[in-house]
């Protein structure tokens, strides 16, 4: 963030609140890292009460808006004019002219082109009188493979008024960024937490969440970038049914054919869902406790998304509704391997490299080009081709000038890729989001060969305890703690409520344990009987020795106090008493006793409270 000047103090909300709850406007000017996904941006500027071009990264979110019903039935934004393939350019002047109040156009940065010339000779009024929004505006460094980023992204500074905002926002190297004003939306909780699964086989490990997929009793939705890696899972399988999510291209329907589906729609979720990153942003996935499953592998280049853009984007997707929040909280894997290299090159030194690595390369060009002048030769188309990796040619000096978007998106391909280093780093960049983390292991084969049965030792079983609360590895079904605790209930609780000296000091007889934990169990119980025991018995009164006996039981057994109860325990163990004869209705006395007072264990344990 050293390239931003104009910093603002940090805006809390809480974890349910929307944009509108830190903005009634998005400030113009301003470079926005609103801190979560689905925070309503989007929306609030469609709600705006202004002119406003939209700039978004997908036709999947202006499919989105454009079919997006309010309580009523109605369109949410009836203003909204979507610039898609096929909109002519007199349909879209025609909308420019239009008498419609506070104008709205969303546009992917591919068709933002048409809107400026559509506005042919009035461009100067476009620039003064509509507010653009670039949304998710770190997309122009991610996909490096769409030039209209860069001529978007461009364009942007035509513009009077203006705003970038992302939830996974990359601080762009262009000198121009210094001059917007800096917001950051922080949260009072984490965004969720994220089980990180350190797979030997990123492959098989994917195959075993959707061979056992019913276990979840709930929907899958794996976002896994690769069209051949989702087509190899749904064969490995053997899947009948399931929804892929990616773009319209013949070559991904000769692999997935009867499986795509162009748009995720609320409702029509099957158990097992596919996306690649043509639907990673924008969207919302509104499922009843869905399994999220974010797959990446280093072996697998085009998987390799970055973890702090387009994991997190693909793993919000998700909108949690604040008044059923415990029905759309979703479970969050990210199943991943890693390089096993304890290197790690920062964003900082990553950025000082390529601007060095650029201005040498552009200003050797030119050097080259100079002389191509003098001696009246053509450029090398090569050496054309290398320099323009991080500039663009000017088309009348012919020099190259450093495009900062182009450098940019090295810069980001390559910090992503440091995330990759070690599993550690991996954990790293998801906590560095927000989120909470736990990393576990899952080998490419479970155990499964079978072992001959033995009597296992007190010892040994106290052993496989401690074993397996320590053991990382992700399961399917029971865990082995899972299974010896169900195997050996009361084994567990000594292991928990004794230490290992205690029980070293039994010699791990099962008699002497237990003695041991009821004794050690009663020390506390005993507190709770000699707080109950006031609202039972009085100073002064005279109980039967039947009545004492049954009464003192009830209290053992709801205090967990572990004796059975005699009568002489009310003089021998909790008061001073004597012993009486009491009549009965039938005229004949029974055995019982006087309570003269209490001992001091009962008076300090009713002084507690």
């Not at 004492?548 to 909790?574: F, P, R, S, V």
Request: proline share 4%; with cysteine.
């Amino acid at each position: 963030m050293s390239n931003l000047n104009n910093s603002k103090p940090p805006i809390k909300l809480k974890l349910s609140d929307y944009l509108d709850k830190a903005f009634k406007v998005i400030p113009s000017n301003a470079f926005i890292h609103k801190g979560r996904c689905g925070i309503g941006g989007t929306h609030l500027e469609l709600k705006t009460n202004r002119n406003s071009i939209l700039v978004v990264p997908t036709k999947g979110i202006i499919t989105d808006k454009i079919t997006a019903k309010d309580a009523s039935g109605n369109p949410e934004y009836p203003n909204l004019f979507p610039v898609m393939g096929g909109v002519k350019p007199e349909e879209i002047m025609n909308y420019l002219s239009s008498n419609v109040i506070d104008k709205k156009l969303i546009t992917t940065p591919d068709s933002l082109h048409k809107i400026i010339e559509a506005a042919k000779g009035n461009t100067d009024e476009l620039y003064a009188n509509y507010f653009l929004l670039m949304d998710e505006a770190h997309s122009v460094i991610t996909e490096s493979y769409r030039e209209s980023m860069i001529k978007a992204f461009e364009e942007q500074f035509n513009f009077n008024n203006k705003a970038f905002i992302s939830a996974t926002p990359y601080y762009f190297t262009d000198e121009r960024m210094k001059n917007l004003d800096y917001y950051k939306i922080v949260f009072d909780e984490p965004l969720g937490k994220v089980i990180i699964i350190n797979a030997a086989s990123v492959k098989y490990c994917v195959n075993e969440f959707i061979t056992n997929a019913k276990q979840f009793k709930t929907n899958l939705h794996i976002f896994y970038n690769s069209v051949t890696e989702i087509a190899d899972a749904i064969q490995l399988a053997g899947i009948k049914d399931c929804n892929v999510h990616c773009s319209d291209k013949e070559e991904n329907m000769d692999k997935i054919g009867q499986f795509f589906n162009p748009q995720p729609i609320k409702g029509q979720y099957k158990i097992i869902n596919f996306y690649t990153t043509s639907h990673f942003e924008g969207w919302n996935l509104e499922d009843i406790n869905p399994i999220i499953i974010l797959v990446t592998d280093v072996y697998k280049e085009h998987t390799k998304v970055g973890i702090t853009n387009k994991g997190v984007q693909a793993v919000g997707r998700q909108r949690i509704d604040p008044d059923n929040k415990q029905e759309t909280i979703p479970t969050i894997f990210h199943i991943t391997n890693h390089r096993n290299k304890a290197i790690y090159k920062t964003m900082e030194r990553i950025k000082s490299d390529y601007l060095f690595d650029a201005k040498w390369e552009t200003d050797n060009y030119n050097d080259y080009i100079e002389v191509c002048k003098t001696q009246q030769r053509e450029p090398n188309k090569e050496k054309t081709d290398f320099v323009q990796r991080y500039a663009t040619i000017n088309a009348n000096t012919g020099k190259a000038e450093i495009c900062h978007v182009k450098i940019d998106q090295f810069i980001n391909e390559s910090a992503c890729n440091e995330e990759f280093n070690h599993i550690d780093y991996i954990n790293e960049a998801w906590q560095k989001a927000g989120y909470e983390t736990d990393v576990k292991v899952n080998p490419r084969y479970l155990a499964s060969n079978k072992r001959r049965k033995t009597i296992k030792s007190v010892k040994d079983i106290l052993s496989d305890f401690e074993q397996s609360e320590s053991d990382n590895t992700f399961y399917f079904g029971q865990s082995p703690l899972e299974k010896l605790k169900n195997k050996y209930p009361f084994l567990y609780k000594a292991y928990k409520d004794l230490s290992k000296e205690e029980i070293k000091s039994t010699g791990y007889s099962m008699n002497k344990i237990e003695k041991l934990w009821i004794l050690k169990n009663n020390k506390d119980a005993e507190i709770r009987v000699l707080k109950l025991l006031p609202l039972y018995f009085t100073v002064g009164e005279r109980y039967t020795k039947e009545y004492i006996k049954q009464t003192l039981q009830e209290i053992y057994d709801e205090t967990g106090y572990k004796a059975k109860a005699t009568a002489e325990d009310i003089n021998c163990t909790w008061y001073d008493s004597k012993s009486c004869k009491i009549k009965n209705n039938a005229g004949r006395y029974d055995n019982g006793f006087e309570i003269l007072r209490p001992t001091f264990k009962v008076l300090a344990a009713t002084k507690q409270d």
